[in-house]
């Protein structure tokens, strides 16, 4: 049963992790195209 647990909380945790991660290049991907200073598509040279 302990092992059983511990194998559960270590799947949670790795659950959180990653959705960290995700989120972080999410809102990395966001700060980028705000950001951009030629938006894609302006004809810009």
Do not use: C, H, N
């Not at 302990?2 to 960290?20: D, E, N, S």
């Amino acid at each position: 049963m302990k092992k059983f647990l511990l194998i559960a909380l270590a799947a949670v945790g790795g659950l959180f992790v990653y959705r960290q991660i995700q989120a972080g290049r999410a809102e990395e991907d966001l700060w980028t195209e705000a950001t951009d200073s030629v938006p894609a598509g302006s004809g810009a040279r």
